[in-house]
DNA sequence: TCCTTAATGGAAACAGTTTCCAATAATAAC
DNA sequence: GTTATTATTGGAAACTGTTTCCATTAAGGA
């Protein structure tokens, strides 16, 4: 399929042509579909609120797309125990803040939190610069995750 | 086969027997082997570590097992990106002091650190305590991972 | 020792992801 | 605009880590 509908977000193509990538049609929907949520996708998830719009965006597509977008560092990938990569765009189109993650191990939900955020960039800073030096080890990134209980298993279960 | 030789570390029975789950020889090797070493297994890793010298455990007994002592606690689960759950025991027999990890991107090579560790847990403490008020969320467990390149791997590639 | 029931191994099924390749389309060169 | 180059593509098939199934075995309590 052509090109044709650029639907005016353009905010990332300089960075993925910087990477010398080229802009299609199917990347669009894809960083489209992530921009227009804050759920964690899969792949498949990704896949399924295209195929309406996009019925010749295929499943392989999505998977080396997302691949290439978290490499260039668009999408960030995360592993929540669901047995399935989730996605989220690293920074969205307005620059949202960067965040960390509250997992059930119940039911699998997944709060973001910005809530300390601050005195946990903080530390972390900190904390790189002193590994950085000490394991000779260049930090590009880092991830936060806290693992329990949300409030409606906890209601469920004693 | 019949539980004949109990090699001595029992200090993991207690909490095992509590969860009500029995002891066999199995679990025994599996449990002795993650002890054995500082290394972030994979079940397959495991499993050929045990297989010399207990020929009739099972793979699939050892995918349960891990799971099994992950449930209950004993035994922490990883994602290191390279598409295989990854085991470490949570604390050793001898009550080994709490780490996390950097993780090289390129050659997966995972470096266990201690160093920061108490601002870290401090900062966490404090965090946890927020968040779990704010969110109604019992948090049992954290993560952290920092993401980069190794000093090979920095070395080998400007 | 016997009994109940959890635990086991191996084969097969499963599911998420990757590979392969011929066809197509995005960009660079003109 | 046209053409040439080369990345990107969809779909089928392969792959791989993990789970399921079920008949057999053995742990631990009586
Ligand atoms: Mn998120
Ligand atoms: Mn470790
Ligand atoms: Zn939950
Ligand atoms: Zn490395």
Same mark, same amino acid.
């Not at 905010?11 to 949520?37: N, P, Q, S």
């Given at each position: 399929m052509p090109c044709q509908k650029r639907c005016g977000s !353009?905010?990332?193509?300089?960075? /993925?042509?910087?990477?010398?990538? @080229?802009?299609?049609?199917?990347? =669009?929907?894809?960083?489209?579909? $992530?921009?227009? %949520? *804050?759920? *964690?996708?899969s792949a498949e998830d990704v896949y399924s609120r295209i195929h309406a719009r996009?019925?010749?965006?295929?499943? %392989? %597509?999505?998977?080396?797309?997302?691949?290439?977008?978290? !490499?260039?560092? $668009?999408?960030? @990938?995360?592993?929540?125990?669901?047995g399935k990569s989730r996605y989220e765009l690293t920074q969205g189109p307005k620059g949202e803040h960067h965040h960390h993650h509250l997992?059930?191990? =119940?039911?699998? @939900? /997944?709060?973001?939190?910005?809530d300390f955020i601050d005195d946990e960039l903080e530390l972390l800073r900190r904390t790189e610069k002193g590994l950085s030096q000490k394991y000779n080890f260049r930090i590009d990134n880092h991830m936060i995750q806290f693992y329990g209980v949300c409030k409606d298993c906890l209601r469920d279960q004693p």
């Open positions: !353009q905010w990332w193509h300089g960075k /993925v042509k910087d990477c010398g990538y @080229r802009i299609t049609a199917g990347r =669009e929907a894809i960083i489209d579909t $992530l921009a227009a %949520t *804050h759920d *964690h996708l996009f019925p010749n965006v295929g499943l %392989t %597509t999505i998977y080396r797309t997302l691949d290439m977008l978290a !490499q260039a560092g $668009l999408v960030s @990938r995360f592993d929540f125990g669901d997992v059930c191990t =119940e039911c699998k @939900r /997944v709060i973001d939190y910005t």
